[in-house]
């Protein structure tokens, strides 16, 4: 697939790699759950993109809603904990989580899947990450984003704490954490506005998904 980055303007240096995790910000939502943020985590974000972008074998899948067969609006590639990641980059930045946080979630990252939302009619409809282990235990999923800035909103399942959104652009990371994946939902809403690509990176430990 053959794509550009409209907006590499920014982020050229050729050099693909991770900064250090110590800028994360926490911030509580409620109910146990959280997400840490660092605004530019990678450095070489364009390179990054365009590989992804170019190399990965994307599959777009689809699926029956209302007895109809329906596109999912989004690509995605799935990487096991023992599939070679398709750039150095990603084990890098996947060793860093898992020793930022071997501690809080005594486990490593070890899955990546992989989303690429070509313009802003592809998105992902609210979900928790509740295939796995999510749905009983507390866990984490760590995003990396590169390409087009996009909406992340997270939004409480029983009421008592307000919706929250931020925007992930290139290079960022969030991690969600705590109770998240199934006191919380999330979404990349679609949107009305021009939006140019954007590929997400999530890393789980084992059985999360
Ligand atoms: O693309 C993103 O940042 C989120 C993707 C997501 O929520 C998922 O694949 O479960
Ligand atoms: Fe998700």
Not at 67 to 84: H, I, N
Not at 105 to 118: D, K
Not at 163 to 188: F, Y
């Amino acid at each position: 697939m053959s794509v550009h980055l409209q907006t590499s303007l920014f982020d050229q240096g050729d050099e693909v790699a991770v900064r250090p995790l110590d800028g994360l910000r926490r911030e509580h939502l409620g109910h146990g759950a959280w997400i840490d943020v660092l605004p530019q985590w990678l450095q070489g974000a364009d390179a990054l993109f365009e590989t992804l972008a170019r190399e990965v074998a994307w599959r777009a899948e689809e699926r029956v809603m209302y007895e109809r067969v329906v596109a999912v609006p989004r690509l995605l590639a799935f990487f096991g904990g023992g599939d070679p990641l398709p750039h150095p980059a990603l084990d890098t930045a996947r060793e860093a989580l898992s020793a930022q946080y071997a501690a809080e979630l005594g486990e490593p990252f070890t899955t990546a899947g992989l989303c690429y939302y070509r313009d802003g009619r592809d998105g992902v409809a609210w979900h928790g990450d509740t295939t796995g282990r999510g749905s009983t235990e507390d866990t984490m999923v760590a995003i990396l984003s590169v390409g087009a800035p996009r909406h992340l909103a997270l939004r409480p399942r029983r009421p008592g704490h307000v919706p929250v959104r931020r925007s992930l652009g290139h290079g960022d990371l969030i991690v969600m954490g705590g109770s998240c994946q199934r006191t919380w939902e999330h979404a990349i809403p679609k949107t009305a506005r021009a939006a140019g690509p954007r590929i997400s990176i999530q890393f789980r430990p084992d059985g999360v998904r």
